[in-house]
């Protein structure tokens, strides 16, 4: 996975977080969407650090391609 696969995922997700997010001010709540959109953030959340480590892989002259996606329930618990 290349740095712009990486992006272009990041953009279908948050296509779809936005889609869900314009239908809910429209619906209201709805339990099933809330979920989907928890999920789009963890996932956004894998994406971008996914990319921040190909970022600092190649930023120390390591193959970028040795960065590996974590979970979400590693990248979810991450102090900022």
């Known amino acids: 996975m290349n740095d712009r696969t990486v992006q272009d995922r990041i953009q279908e997700l ?31 959340d894998t994406c971008w650090d996914l990319l921040r480590q190909r970022k600092a892989h190649e930023e120390f002259g390591l193959d ?3 960065a590996s996606a974590r979970g979400a329930d590693v990248v979810e618990n991450y102090e900022q």
């Open 14 to 44: 948050v296509d779809e977080e936005r889609h869900l997010a314009g239908a809910a001010a429209d619906k209201g709540p709805d339990p099933e969407r809330h979920a989907r959109l928890q999920e789009l953030q963890a996932e956004l």
């Open 64 to 66: 970028p391609d040795e």
